[in-house]
């Protein structure tokens, strides 16, 4: 049973530029939920993603917008690069709303951007 | 706002000691879930424990528990037995139950738990 996954792993990126991430949920999981993780801090929620909408939203600037596919993937695109999304960006997925179990968040091994 | 805080930035532990680390939370709240994550240099974020607020009995899996202290907002996590395998950052976290926002986790900033053979 895989995990969550996320692409690439690491990825170099210019300032002003545009990225886009990307997330697989482990399986029989339908919700995605995207943190940033600036160095020596502890993530920050940026939005979820159920049923291909965008259900919540952290405290995070319009350059930061996603998607949800079909199959439960997602991405997380960011526009006009600051050199201050300098970050470990982490994908969690759990089981979807009004399901019940829905506490556990189960988290990939992120993407590492880097922003010059 | 919910608020997580965690004091101590780095602990370290001799292998097969016991350590406890602190986290203080604030919240208006009264269901609510806490959790603990191990996040290795790997950078997989891995649950650790929780705990619902509701549930009185403290928490256990293996050889972590959990010290909550629901009316101190306090949620503490120690570790016994520690190997060399411990060493990680340790993060807290909050969830709340129901309603807006309770998708989200709130995290602290962490403190770095280092094993000394």
């Known amino acids: 049973d895989a995990g969550v996954t996320q692409s690439p792993t690491h990825l170099i990126k210019t300032r002003g530029q545009q990225v886009t991430l990307r997330c697989s949920p482990k399986s029989g999981h339908d919700t995605v939920s995207w943190y940033q993780q600036a160095l020596g801090q502890g993530p920050q929620f940026i939005f979820q993603y159920y049923e291909e909408e965008e259900r919540q939203r952290g405290n995070f600037p319009d350059r930061f917008s996603g998607h949800q596919f079909p199959n439960y993937s997602s991405e997380l695109n960011v526009n006009a690069l600051l050199l201050g999304d300098s970050a470990l960006y982490l994908c969690a997925s759990s089981p979807g709303w009004g399901q019940g179990k829905t506490y556990e968040q189960y988290f990939g091994p992120g993407t590492r951007l880097t922003v010059t | 706002a919910q608020t997580v805080t965690q004091s101590q930035p780095e602990m370290s532990v001799q292998e097969a000691e016991t350590v406890t680390l602190s986290c203080t939370y604030d919240t208006s709240e009264s269901d609510y879930y806490l959790f603990w994550y191990k996040q290795p240099p790997s950078r997989q974020m891995i649950l650790v424990i929780r705990?619902?607020?509701?549930?009185?009995q403290n928490a256990t899996e293996n050889r972590f528990s959990v010290n909550f202290q629901k009316a101190a907002k306090s949620f503490s996590l120690k570790i016994s037995d520690s190997q060399l395998g411990d060493a990680a950052m340790y993060f807290c976290a909050y969830r709340r139950s129901q309603g807006a926002g309770s998708y989200q986790l709130t995290f602290g900033k962490g403190t770095k738990l280092s094993v000394i053979p």
């Open positions: 705990q619902e607020a509701y549930k009185q």
